[in-house]
């Protein structure tokens, strides 16, 4: 692993490039934070009162789209499920059951889908969200559990860095990622257990300069607090390019009686090896060194022991060199680093992105709120023009001359009641000395503007409101239709879906290590496990349970109640099917029940065939062995007779036809030769 030196220098390098091709994205992510948070639009038109620019009319259209988009996601929830690779089918299952169980307890313990919500709320906002996952005593944080626990927290996107070159989904092809974190000086001092000079202020990064207006949106200041007691903290996620060497077991070719030596000479070499140069950080991934595998894979420095042994043992191995992935972490600020390790996580990064539209012209990500931006824009302006055409023009009155009225004073008490009598000057009628004031001109425009701009959000965004949002003219709409609706909103929608389905999947592989490092460091932790069928039972934890290695599949999680009634419905009218064939399937639908949990333990006991009883059940056993040592008794015996018959039937076959062949021969022989006996 690198130096220090080595790590800042590379740290250095990865964050200048991050500060330069990343401005545009960051920008692009205060615009749409600000804009989701509203009133933060700035009007520049012409239109002026006296006092001053005209304020601009602040209607909130983006939220409600963002804020539903993300509640749907949290409706449809999908959830990852971990299949063990294993040849018995049994043994398959319970590794499977086992894993999902430990792994479902973890996240629930680390209030996981809350965090992952607020991610992929930041992704539908501004185009991409970021989720941390790793064990508690592994962070720059203090532990709340004594054997630790995995930490899942949304990261704020404004202190989420990558690579400015990865284009790829999700930043899988990033060279690097990063988390800004400011923390207070004396938490810090005591986590990494470093001075005050070690760490950098956080006053020498923040961007002291008002932003102000982006476009057409007032940002404002990016306020950072002038205390000298908050410092700068980096996470730094690496990967480098690595050699390693791949051959084949040349100790699966000799005897089955010398094997089992060999790999334990061979055991014994490698932690030998292990002892004097392995990184107290480290943690075994895909690519260790495993002696019993069919095709061994090792780091060079390995590589050069193994080929001294095949030789001693006269082994002929042949390597192929390859390149690997290695990835690695470090906690660092300033010019010092506290922590540096090899990830325990091998296939990517413990910080984890979520991305959904890439701008290949401006190489930034977008979300949602950047097609929302120009009609809202639009509609508000619309409501200012509208509103100060309203103010600046006259609102009613009448223009009088002077000695059109004797009081003008009472004239004008007496013009805005419907019942008064109001007297005026001989001729001031008939002269048109009282004349109304004109009628405001409102320009027709306007309104279409307005109108306009509220097709343009459907339009940009693809969703229509009234069907997304449920907004029907009756109030009242078939569940059929309500189906077909939400459809078609997944539609469009399906590229928030499948960024979400990848980190899912990415996810779930990142939990496998870090839930065997728990185990490893907690053994006989009583954990609760929830089976297949919603019971939950309390068992020790223990790598014993854990499969070598698991395939993943993300499977719909019904959560929302409509959700589940539909769900329950679809099992009762099964089960209802399947009774007449004499097959009783109820008790699948008791987990979606919205009953409480005893209730459902009832109901599933109920619900459930009787368990036989086993004397009775070893007694028909019993019964079956006599039948069948009766029905075999009975079978040879029929055989044996069979046979008896098949022989008797073969020797009179065979008498018949040697008499046959006697009574030919006789008649074949002449009369004259044939010997006649007369006894007189």
């Known amino acids: 692993m690198k130096k220090d030196s080595e790590i800042i220098k590379l740290w250095k390098k990865y964050k200048e490039l991050s500060d330069r091709g990343l401005t545009e994205q960051y920008k692009n992510t205060r615009r749409c934070q600000q804009f989701y948070a509203g009133n933060v639009m700035d009007y520049r038109g012409d239109a002026t009162i006296s006092k001053g620019t005209t304020r601009m009319v602040q209607f909130q259209l983006v939220k409600p789209y963002v804020n539903s988009i993300a509640g749907f996601m949290m409706q449809l929830r999908r959830e990852a499920k971990y299949d063990a690779v294993h040849e018995d089918r049994q043994l398959q299952a319970n590794y499977s059951e086992y894993l999902n169980g430990v792994s479902g307890y973890f996240r629930d313990r680390a209030d996981a889908e ?320 009282i004349v109304p004031k004109a009628s405001p001109m409102v320009n027709s425009g306007l309104g279409d503007i307005i109108n306009i701009s509220s097709e343009a959000i459907t339009m940009t965004s693809g969703i229509d409101a009234k069907t997304f949002f449920g907004v029907t003219g009756s109030g009242v709409e078939a569940a059929s239709l309500q189906r077909q609706r939400v459809k078609q909103v997944m539609t469009v929608l399906a590229p928030y879906f499948r960024a979400i389905t990848l980190y899912q999947k990415n996810n779930a592989r990142l939990a496998i290590p870090l839930v065997r490092i728990l185990a490893e460091n907690s053994p006989d932790r009583l954990i609760r496990i929830i089976g297949e069928d919603g019971r939950r039972v309390f068992e020790k934890l223990s790598t014993d349970g854990f499969a070598d290695s698991y395939e993943i599949t993300i499977n719909e999680a019904p959560t929302s109640a409509s959700q589940r009634e539909e769900t329950l419905e679809t099992i009762v009218a099964l089960a209802d099917k399947t009774a007449v064939l004499g097959q009783n399937i109820y008790r699948f639908a008791v987990p979606y029940m919205n009953i409480s949990y005893d209730e459902k333990i009832k109901l599933q006991q109920a619900l459930s065939p009787p368990q036989p009883d086993p004397a009775q059940e070893q007694l028909q056993q019993e019964l079956a062995a006599l039948d069948i040592a009766g029905k075999k008794a009975n079978l040879q015996k029929i055989t044996a007779e069979t046979s008896e018959k098949q022989a008797r039937a073969a020797l009179t076959f065979s008498e018949s036809q040697q008499k046959h062949i006697e009574n030919q021969a006789i008649l074949e022989v002449p009369p004259s030769q044939l010997p006649i006996n007369l006894n007189i």
């Open 114 to 433: 809350d965090h992952e919500s607020q991610a992929q709320k930041d992704m539908v906002m501004c185009g991409y969200g970021a989720v941390e996952m790793d064990v508690s005593y592994g962070l720059s944080q203090a532990d709340t559990d004594k054997n630790g626990q995995l930490s899942l927290r949304r990261v704020n996107p404004l202190n989420f860095g990558w690579d400015p070159m990865a284009e790829a989904p999700n930043l899988l092809d990033s060279r690097w990622v990063f988390e800004h974190k400011v923390m207070y000086l004396e938490d810090a001092k005591e986590i990494f257990e470093a001075d005050d000079e070690d760490f950098e202020d956080v006053n020498e990064s923040a961007q002291q300069e008002p932003i102000g207006n982006i476009g057409r949106i007032f940002v404002g200041y990016d306020h950072v607090l002038d205390n000298k007691e908050l410092v700068n903290v980096y996470c730094f996620q690496w990967f480098e390019i690595e050699t390693y060497y791949r051959a084949l077991n040349p100790i699966y070719e000799m005897p089955e009686e010398e094997q089992e030596s060999l790999f334990v000479m061979l055991e014994t070499l490698y932690a030998n090896r292990q002892l004097v140069t392995k990184d107290k950080y480290a943690k075994e991934d895909i690519f260790g060194f495993n002696p019993r595998e069919k095709y061994l894979t090792m780091t060079p420095t390995l590589k050069n022991d193994v080929e001294v042994f095949m030789d001693e043992e006269g082994l002929e191995i042949d390597f192929l060199k390859e390149r690997r992935r290695c990835y690695y972490k470090a906690l660092l600020s300033g010019e010092v680093v506290f922590k540096k390790f090899k990830s325990p996580y091998q296939q990517g990064y413990t910080l984890q992105a979520i991305t959904v539209d890439y701008d290949a012209t401006r190489k930034i990500w977008t979300g949602l709120v950047n097609q929302l931006m120009e009609p809202t824009l639009y509609y508000n302006k619309g409501l200012t023009e509208l509103m100060y055409t309203i103010s600046a023009n006259s609102k009613g009155g009448v223009m009088i001359e002077r000695d059109s009225v004797d009081d003008v004073a009472r004239f004008e008490q007496q013009w805005a009641k419907t019942d008064a009598v109001i007297i005026v000057e001989p001729g001031a009628n008939t002269g048109g000395k």
